[in-house]
Protein backbone atom coordinates (compact mmCIF):
# COMPACT_ATOMS: atom_id res chain seq x y z
CA UNK A 1 0.00 0.00 0.00
CA UNK A 2 1.12 3.29 -1.33
CA UNK A 3 0.80 6.44 0.73
CA UNK A 4 1.29 9.58 -0.68
CA UNK A 5 1.14 13.18 0.59
CA UNK A 6 0.97 16.31 -1.12
CA UNK A 7 1.39 19.37 0.24
CA UNK A 8 0.74 23.62 -0.54
CA UNK A 9 2.03 25.75 2.02
CA UNK A 10 2.85 29.87 1.99
CA UNK A 11 5.85 31.47 4.05
CA UNK A 12 6.24 34.82 4.89
CA UNK A 13 9.82 36.18 4.72
CA UNK A 14 12.37 33.87 5.80
CA UNK A 15 15.46 31.34 5.17
CA UNK A 16 14.33 28.31 6.32
CA UNK A 17 17.07 26.56 4.41
CA UNK A 18 20.79 27.99 3.70
CA UNK A 19 23.19 27.13 1.46
CA UNK A 20 26.87 27.29 2.01
CA UNK A 21 26.84 31.36 1.28
CA UNK A 22 23.98 31.92 3.72
CA UNK A 23 21.56 32.46 0.68
CA UNK A 24 18.07 30.54 0.37
CA UNK A 25 18.21 27.41 -1.00
CA UNK A 26 17.52 27.35 -4.92
CA UNK A 27 16.69 25.81 -7.71
CA UNK A 28 15.61 25.78 -11.94
CA UNK A 29 12.64 23.95 -12.54
CA UNK A 30 10.46 24.93 -15.83
CA UNK A 31 13.55 26.99 -16.90
CA UNK A 32 12.45 29.26 -13.99
CA UNK A 33 14.82 29.64 -10.65
CA UNK A 34 12.36 28.48 -7.78
CA UNK A 35 12.95 28.63 -4.11
CA UNK A 36 13.72 25.45 -2.39
CA UNK A 37 13.81 23.27 0.87
CA UNK A 38 16.09 19.85 0.43
CA UNK A 39 14.78 16.58 1.36
CA UNK A 40 16.97 16.05 3.93
CA UNK A 41 16.13 19.04 5.95
CA UNK A 42 12.70 18.47 5.96
CA UNK A 43 13.58 14.76 7.08
CA UNK A 44 15.27 16.07 9.53
CA UNK A 45 12.82 18.90 10.69
CA UNK A 46 9.78 16.28 11.22
CA UNK A 47 12.06 13.10 12.29
CA UNK A 48 13.72 14.90 15.07
CA UNK A 49 10.37 17.06 15.89
CA UNK A 50 8.47 16.65 19.17
CA UNK A 51 4.96 16.05 16.98
CA UNK A 52 6.52 13.24 15.32
CA UNK A 53 8.19 11.67 18.67
CA UNK A 54 4.85 12.28 20.90
CA UNK A 55 2.76 9.57 18.15
CA UNK A 56 5.50 6.70 17.75
CA UNK A 57 6.97 4.87 20.33
CA UNK A 58 10.20 5.91 22.13
CA UNK A 59 12.53 3.48 20.81
CA UNK A 60 14.22 5.63 17.88
CA UNK A 61 17.53 5.60 16.31
CA UNK A 62 20.33 8.52 17.24
CA UNK A 63 22.28 10.03 14.40
CA UNK A 64 25.82 10.79 15.22
CA UNK A 65 29.41 10.54 14.38
CA UNK A 66 29.88 10.52 18.47
CA UNK A 67 29.22 6.84 19.28
CA UNK A 68 32.37 6.59 21.27
CA UNK A 69 31.30 9.45 23.16
CA UNK A 70 27.79 8.25 23.90
CA UNK A 71 28.73 4.86 24.63
CA UNK A 72 31.33 5.78 27.27
CA UNK A 73 28.70 7.97 28.82
CA UNK A 74 25.96 5.36 29.05
CA UNK A 75 29.20 3.14 30.69
CA UNK A 76 29.61 5.25 33.33
CA UNK A 77 25.58 5.74 33.76
CA UNK A 78 26.02 2.21 34.72
CA UNK A 79 28.35 3.15 37.76
CA UNK A 80 31.62 1.81 35.98
CA UNK A 81 34.69 3.99 36.56
CA UNK A 82 37.19 4.27 34.25
CA UNK A 83 40.60 6.00 34.00
CA UNK A 84 41.20 9.02 31.76
CA UNK A 85 43.75 6.49 30.03
CA UNK A 86 40.98 3.95 29.51
CA UNK A 87 38.20 5.96 28.63
CA UNK A 88 41.00 7.23 25.72
CA UNK A 89 41.92 3.77 24.21
CA UNK A 90 38.25 2.33 24.33
CA UNK A 91 36.99 5.75 22.52
CA UNK A 92 39.97 4.81 19.97
CA UNK A 93 38.74 1.27 19.75
CA UNK A 94 35.21 1.90 19.02
CA UNK A 95 35.95 4.49 16.71
CA UNK A 96 37.25 1.61 14.41
CA UNK A 97 34.00 -0.50 14.22
CA UNK A 98 33.00 2.07 11.70
CA UNK A 99 35.42 1.98 8.18
CA UNK A 100 36.48 4.65 6.83
CA UNK A 101 34.59 5.49 3.29
CA UNK A 102 35.82 2.88 1.44
CA UNK A 103 36.31 0.64 4.08
CA UNK A 104 40.07 1.19 4.18
CA UNK A 105 41.25 1.01 7.90
CA UNK A 106 44.77 1.45 6.72
CA UNK A 107 45.01 4.80 6.39
CA UNK A 108 46.77 6.97 9.24
CA UNK A 109 44.92 6.36 12.28
CA UNK A 110 45.43 7.82 15.98
CA UNK A 111 48.23 6.33 17.91
CA UNK A 112 46.31 4.39 20.93
CA UNK A 113 49.26 4.82 23.00
CA UNK A 114 49.62 8.47 22.89
CA UNK A 115 49.48 10.23 26.48
CA UNK A 116 45.82 10.74 27.57
CA UNK A 117 47.19 14.47 28.59
CA UNK A 118 47.95 15.10 25.40
CA UNK A 119 45.09 13.77 23.58
CA UNK A 120 42.80 15.63 25.88
CA UNK A 121 44.46 19.22 25.48
CA UNK A 122 44.23 18.76 21.88
CA UNK A 123 40.47 19.42 19.63
CA UNK A 124 41.60 18.15 16.65
CA UNK A 125 42.34 14.88 18.68
CA UNK A 126 39.34 14.69 20.09
CA UNK A 127 37.61 15.03 16.27
CA UNK A 128 39.86 12.21 15.61
CA UNK A 129 37.88 9.79 18.24
CA UNK A 130 35.02 10.37 16.35
CA UNK A 131 33.24 7.71 13.94
CA UNK A 132 34.61 7.91 9.99
CA UNK A 133 31.02 8.21 8.93
CA UNK A 134 27.86 10.00 10.80
CA UNK A 135 25.72 6.44 11.60
CA UNK A 136 22.30 5.88 12.31
CA UNK A 137 22.98 3.50 15.51
CA UNK A 138 19.91 1.26 17.11
CA UNK A 139 19.72 1.78 20.75
CA UNK A 140 20.07 -1.78 20.80
CA UNK A 141 23.64 -1.85 19.42
CA UNK A 142 24.39 1.18 21.38
CA UNK A 143 23.52 -0.29 24.78
CA UNK A 144 25.13 -3.60 23.67
CA UNK A 145 28.21 -1.75 23.23
CA UNK A 146 27.88 -0.08 26.66
CA UNK A 147 27.03 -3.89 28.29
CA UNK A 148 30.32 -5.29 26.72
CA UNK A 149 32.66 -2.52 27.70
CA UNK A 150 30.96 -3.03 31.43
CA UNK A 151 31.42 -6.47 31.39
CA UNK A 152 35.02 -6.08 30.54
CA UNK A 153 35.06 -3.76 33.00
CA UNK A 154 34.82 -6.57 35.45
CA UNK A 155 37.83 -8.19 34.57
CA UNK A 156 41.52 -7.83 34.48
CA UNK A 157 41.65 -5.03 32.14
CA UNK A 158 44.51 -6.49 30.61
CA UNK A 159 43.20 -7.63 27.65
CA UNK A 160 41.85 -4.86 25.12
CA UNK A 161 38.12 -4.54 24.97
CA UNK A 162 37.22 -6.25 21.50
CA UNK A 163 34.04 -3.81 19.87
CA UNK A 164 33.29 -5.70 16.71
CA UNK A 165 32.76 -8.99 18.69
CA UNK A 166 30.38 -7.27 21.04
CA UNK A 167 28.22 -5.35 18.46
CA UNK A 168 28.04 -8.40 15.97
CA UNK A 169 25.38 -9.90 17.30
CA UNK A 170 23.04 -7.22 17.70
CA UNK A 171 23.91 -5.37 14.50
CA UNK A 172 23.70 -8.08 12.63
CA UNK A 173 20.39 -9.04 14.36
CA UNK A 174 16.64 -8.57 12.97
CA UNK A 175 14.98 -7.34 16.10
CA UNK A 176 14.67 -3.52 17.56
CA UNK A 177 14.34 -1.84 14.42
CA UNK A 178 13.54 2.07 15.16
CA UNK A 179 10.52 3.77 13.45
CA UNK A 180 12.87 6.48 12.59
CA UNK A 181 14.87 4.01 10.89
CA UNK A 182 12.58 1.82 9.33
CA UNK A 183 11.34 5.34 7.85
CA UNK A 184 14.32 6.94 6.75
CA UNK A 185 16.80 3.83 6.50
CA UNK A 186 20.17 3.58 6.97
CA UNK A 187 23.42 3.21 4.70
CA UNK A 188 26.37 1.56 6.59
CA UNK A 189 29.89 0.84 5.52
CA UNK A 190 30.53 -1.60 8.07
CA UNK A 191 29.92 -5.07 7.89
CA UNK A 192 28.93 -5.78 11.35
CA UNK A 193 25.62 -4.11 10.93
CA UNK A 194 23.01 -4.13 8.29
CA UNK A 195 21.37 -1.77 5.82
CA UNK A 196 18.24 -1.08 5.79
CA UNK A 197 16.10 0.51 2.70
CA UNK A 198 13.90 3.43 4.01
CA UNK A 199 10.17 2.85 2.95
CA UNK A 200 9.88 6.60 2.41
CA UNK A 201 10.62 9.01 -0.44
CA UNK A 202 10.84 12.67 -0.11
CA UNK A 203 11.18 15.25 -2.63
CA UNK A 204 13.01 18.50 -2.50
CA UNK A 205 10.19 21.75 -1.51
CA UNK A 206 9.60 24.06 -4.50
CA UNK A 207 8.33 27.12 -4.58
CA UNK A 208 5.33 27.35 -7.35
CA UNK A 209 6.24 30.27 -8.34
CA UNK A 210 9.51 32.37 -9.52
CA UNK A 211 12.19 33.26 -6.78
CA UNK A 212 13.44 36.19 -5.68
CA UNK A 213 15.99 36.54 -3.52
CA UNK A 214 15.92 39.82 -1.18
CA UNK A 215 18.23 41.25 1.64
CA UNK A 216 17.86 42.96 5.26
CA UNK A 217 19.68 45.51 6.31
CA UNK A 218 20.02 45.31 9.75
CA UNK A 219 22.01 47.88 12.54
CA UNK A 220 22.66 46.78 16.18
CA UNK A 221 22.29 50.10 18.39
CA UNK A 222 23.54 50.30 22.01
CA UNK A 223 20.22 50.86 24.33
CA UNK A 224 22.30 54.16 26.03
CA UNK A 225 22.16 55.95 22.93
CA UNK A 226 18.40 55.69 22.63
CA UNK A 227 17.02 59.10 24.50
CA UNK A 228 14.02 57.22 25.18
CA UNK A 229 15.79 54.87 27.58
CA UNK A 230 16.24 56.74 30.14
CA UNK A 231 17.11 54.27 32.69
CA UNK A 232 20.28 52.96 31.09
CA UNK A 233 21.14 56.86 30.65
CA UNK A 234 20.70 57.77 34.38
CA UNK A 235 23.11 53.98 35.22
CA UNK A 236 25.96 55.65 33.55
CA UNK A 237 25.28 59.66 34.70
CA UNK A 238 23.15 62.45 32.41
CA UNK A 239 26.63 64.29 32.00
CA UNK A 240 28.42 61.18 30.20
CA UNK A 241 28.36 62.85 26.41
CA UNK A 242 26.95 59.09 24.09
CA UNK A 243 28.29 58.82 20.77
CA UNK A 244 25.93 58.60 17.64
CA UNK A 245 25.57 55.80 15.43
CA UNK A 246 25.06 52.03 15.68
CA UNK A 247 27.56 49.55 17.23
CA UNK A 248 27.55 47.39 14.31
CA UNK A 249 25.09 46.79 11.06
CA UNK A 250 25.26 43.62 8.34
CA UNK A 251 22.72 42.24 6.10
CA UNK A 252 21.19 38.62 5.27
CA UNK A 253 19.48 36.98 2.59
CA UNK A 254 15.53 36.04 2.94
CA UNK A 255 12.59 35.30 0.64
CA UNK A 256 9.16 34.38 0.78
CA UNK A 257 7.95 31.59 -1.27
CA UNK A 258 4.57 29.10 -1.41
CA UNK A 259 5.90 25.61 -1.29
CA UNK A 260 4.87 22.14 -3.02
CA UNK A 261 6.04 19.65 -1.10
CA UNK A 262 5.47 15.76 -1.90
CA UNK A 263 6.44 12.53 0.39
CA UNK A 264 5.39 9.14 0.19
CA UNK A 265 5.45 6.35 1.97
CA UNK A 266 5.25 2.34 1.89
CA UNK A 267 3.41 0.75 4.28
CA UNK A 268 4.25 -2.63 3.57
CA UNK A 269 8.01 -1.96 3.39
CA UNK A 270 7.58 -0.26 6.89
CA UNK A 271 5.70 -2.79 8.27
CA UNK A 272 8.24 -5.66 6.86
CA UNK A 273 11.25 -3.16 8.55
CA UNK A 274 9.95 -3.51 11.43
CA UNK A 275 8.95 -7.24 11.92
CA UNK A 276 12.77 -7.72 10.51
CA UNK A 277 11.50 -9.63 6.93
CA UNK A 278 12.92 -6.84 4.96
CA UNK A 279 16.53 -7.98 6.67
CA UNK A 280 15.73 -11.77 6.93
CA UNK A 281 12.74 -13.03 4.12
CA UNK A 282 12.98 -16.09 5.56
CA UNK A 283 11.50 -15.13 8.85
CA UNK A 284 8.68 -16.56 10.11
CA UNK A 285 6.95 -13.68 11.82
CA UNK A 286 4.03 -14.22 13.79
CA UNK A 287 0.09 -12.99 13.51
CA UNK A 288 1.05 -11.23 16.56
CA UNK A 289 4.42 -9.61 15.55
CA UNK A 290 2.68 -8.53 12.41
CA UNK A 291 -0.23 -7.04 14.43
CA UNK A 292 2.01 -5.43 16.75
CA UNK A 293 4.17 -3.96 13.59
CA UNK A 294 1.22 -2.69 11.72
CA UNK A 295 0.45 -0.19 14.62
CA UNK A 296 3.45 0.77 14.85
CA UNK A 297 3.78 1.79 11.00
CA UNK A 298 0.18 3.37 11.33
CA UNK A 299 1.51 5.31 14.62
CA UNK A 300 4.50 6.13 12.15
CA UNK A 301 2.58 7.45 9.34
CA UNK A 302 0.28 9.73 11.36
CA UNK A 303 3.44 11.31 13.03
CA UNK A 304 5.17 11.97 10.17
CA UNK A 305 2.09 13.39 8.98
CA UNK A 306 1.59 15.53 11.58
CA UNK A 307 4.94 16.59 11.43
CA UNK A 308 4.82 17.57 7.84
CA UNK A 309 1.74 20.03 8.85
CA UNK A 310 2.90 21.31 12.00
CA UNK A 311 6.76 21.47 11.47
CA UNK A 312 8.51 23.24 9.68
CA UNK A 313 12.76 23.66 9.28
CA UNK A 314 14.05 25.87 11.54
CA UNK A 315 16.60 27.69 9.76
CA UNK A 316 16.35 31.63 10.76
CA UNK A 317 13.78 30.69 12.81
CA UNK A 318 14.20 33.51 15.86
CA UNK A 319 14.54 36.54 13.69
CA UNK A 320 12.42 35.42 10.81
CA UNK A 321 9.69 33.20 12.47
CA UNK A 322 7.06 31.92 10.13
CA UNK A 323 5.04 29.74 11.76
CA UNK A 324 2.49 29.56 8.90
CA UNK A 325 0.10 26.49 8.20
CA UNK A 326 -0.48 24.37 5.16
CA UNK A 327 -2.95 25.70 2.32
CA UNK A 328 -3.82 22.54 1.24
CA UNK A 329 -2.87 18.71 2.52
CA UNK A 330 -3.51 15.83 -0.18
CA UNK A 331 -3.12 12.51 0.80
CA UNK A 332 -3.89 9.41 -1.55
CA UNK A 333 -3.68 5.94 -0.70
CA UNK A 334 -3.53 3.07 -3.14
CA UNK A 335 -3.05 -0.17 -4.00
CA UNK A 336 0.12 0.83 -5.89
CA UNK A 337 4.13 0.80 -6.06
CA UNK A 338 4.81 3.93 -8.52
CA UNK A 339 4.50 7.38 -6.88
CA UNK A 340 4.17 10.32 -9.11
CA UNK A 341 4.59 13.85 -7.77
CA UNK A 342 2.86 16.75 -9.28
CA UNK A 343 5.42 18.93 -9.62
CA UNK A 344 4.37 19.36 -13.18
CA UNK A 345 1.53 21.19 -12.30
CA UNK A 346 3.81 24.63 -11.33
CA UNK A 347 6.16 24.21 -14.74
CA UNK A 348 4.98 27.20 -15.78
CA UNK A 349 5.26 29.51 -12.91
CA UNK A 350 2.23 30.72 -10.81
CA UNK A 351 2.16 34.42 -11.21
CA UNK A 352 0.20 36.41 -9.06
CA UNK A 353 -0.26 39.53 -11.51
CA UNK A 354 -0.96 37.26 -14.65
CA UNK A 355 -4.82 37.30 -13.80
CA UNK A 356 -5.70 40.74 -11.98
CA UNK A 357 -8.96 41.94 -11.82
CA UNK A 358 -10.32 45.60 -10.74
CA UNK A 359 -12.63 45.54 -7.63
CA UNK A 360 -15.50 47.97 -7.66
CA UNK A 361 -13.47 50.82 -5.84
CA UNK A 362 -11.00 50.75 -8.27
CA UNK A 363 -8.66 48.78 -7.01
CA UNK A 364 -6.80 46.03 -8.65
CA UNK A 365 -7.25 42.64 -6.86
CA UNK A 366 -4.67 40.29 -7.68
CA UNK A 367 -4.45 36.35 -7.58
CA UNK A 368 -4.60 34.59 -3.84
CA UNK A 369 -1.10 33.06 -4.34
CA UNK A 370 -1.58 29.74 -2.03
CA UNK A 371 -5.44 29.45 -3.45
CA UNK A 372 -3.94 29.32 -6.98
CA UNK A 373 -1.30 27.30 -6.67
CA UNK A 374 -4.30 24.56 -4.46
CA UNK A 375 -5.90 24.56 -7.81
CA UNK A 376 -3.44 23.94 -10.08
CA UNK A 377 -2.35 20.67 -8.17
CA UNK A 378 -5.77 19.46 -8.08
CA UNK A 379 -6.46 20.10 -11.42
CA UNK A 380 -3.14 18.29 -12.04
CA UNK A 381 -4.44 15.12 -9.95
CA UNK A 382 -7.47 14.90 -11.77
CA UNK A 383 -5.62 14.86 -15.34
CA UNK A 384 -2.79 12.45 -14.07
CA UNK A 385 -5.98 10.04 -12.27
CA UNK A 386 -7.89 10.13 -15.71
CA UNK A 387 -5.02 10.00 -18.36
CA UNK A 388 -3.11 7.45 -16.78
CA UNK A 389 -5.54 5.12 -15.31
CA UNK A 390 -4.12 5.44 -11.62
CA UNK A 391 -6.71 4.40 -9.58
CA UNK A 392 -6.78 4.75 -5.80
CA UNK A 393 -8.07 3.30 -2.50
CA UNK A 394 -9.24 6.37 -0.80
CA UNK A 395 -8.24 10.00 -1.41
CA UNK A 396 -8.23 12.88 1.60
CA UNK A 397 -8.58 16.61 0.94
CA UNK A 398 -7.91 19.33 3.58
CA UNK A 399 -8.05 22.73 2.73
CA UNK A 400 -7.57 24.62 5.98
CA UNK A 401 -10.89 26.12 5.77
CA UNK A 402 -9.98 27.86 2.30
CA UNK A 403 -12.50 27.69 -0.42
CA UNK A 404 -10.44 26.42 -3.62
CA UNK A 405 -12.51 26.94 -6.27
CA UNK A 406 -12.42 23.35 -7.34
CA UNK A 407 -12.34 19.84 -6.23
CA UNK A 408 -10.68 16.04 -6.76
CA UNK A 409 -13.00 14.12 -9.40
CA UNK A 410 -14.18 10.68 -8.16
CA UNK A 411 -12.39 8.96 -10.27
CA UNK A 412 -12.53 4.67 -10.59
CA UNK A 413 -14.79 4.70 -7.74
CA UNK A 414 -12.33 5.73 -4.93
CA UNK A 415 -13.79 7.99 -2.98
CA UNK A 416 -12.73 11.29 -2.66
CA UNK A 417 -13.08 12.21 1.47
CA UNK A 418 -12.60 16.55 1.98
CA UNK A 419 -12.49 16.73 5.80
CA UNK A 420 -12.49 19.86 7.53
CA UNK A 421 -10.45 19.09 10.49
CA UNK A 422 -6.70 17.81 10.84
CA UNK A 423 -8.87 15.58 13.26
CA UNK A 424 -10.86 14.31 10.36
CA UNK A 425 -7.48 13.83 8.31
CA UNK A 426 -6.08 11.72 10.53
CA UNK A 427 -9.31 9.97 11.50
CA UNK A 428 -9.46 8.97 7.75
CA UNK A 429 -6.15 7.83 6.80
CA UNK A 430 -5.98 5.82 10.02
CA UNK A 431 -9.64 4.23 8.67
CA UNK A 432 -8.13 3.49 4.85
CA UNK A 433 -4.80 1.60 6.61
CA UNK A 434 -7.08 -0.58 8.93
CA UNK A 435 -5.37 0.66 12.07
CA UNK A 436 -6.84 1.54 15.45
CA UNK A 437 -8.61 4.66 14.98
CA UNK A 438 -6.82 5.71 18.74
CA UNK A 439 -2.53 5.39 19.42
CA UNK A 440 -1.67 2.23 20.96
CA UNK A 441 1.49 2.02 22.85
CA UNK A 442 3.15 -1.13 21.41
Not at 80 to 94: A, R
Not at 375 to 388: D, P, Q, V, W
Request: aromatic residues 8%.
Amino acid sequence: MLIEVHIIQNHAPSNLNRDESGSPKSAYFGGYRRARISSQCLKRAYRTSKTFRDEVDKELGMHTTSMPDEVIRRVLNKGVTLSPDEKINLKGLLKKVIKRGGGDTSSPDWDDKTKSQEVDKSEASKDRLKTAQSVFWRERELDTLAEGIKDWAGTDRKKDFDPKIVLKPAGLGWAGIPIDMALFGRMITSDLMHNIEASSQFAHAISTHEFTREFDLWTRVDDRRDKRLDWYRDAFGAEEKLETGTDGMGDAEFTSACFYSYFNMDFDALTDNLTGKAINNRLQVTDEDQKKAKNRACNAVIGLLKAAIFERPTGKFNSMATPSLPALVLVEIRDSHVPVSYTDAFAKPVDPKNEETFLDNGQIQHVDLPIESATRLIKEANRITTAFCRSAVNRLLFTGGRKIGTSLDELDSAPVNSVDTVQDLIAGLRGALGCPQEKKDV
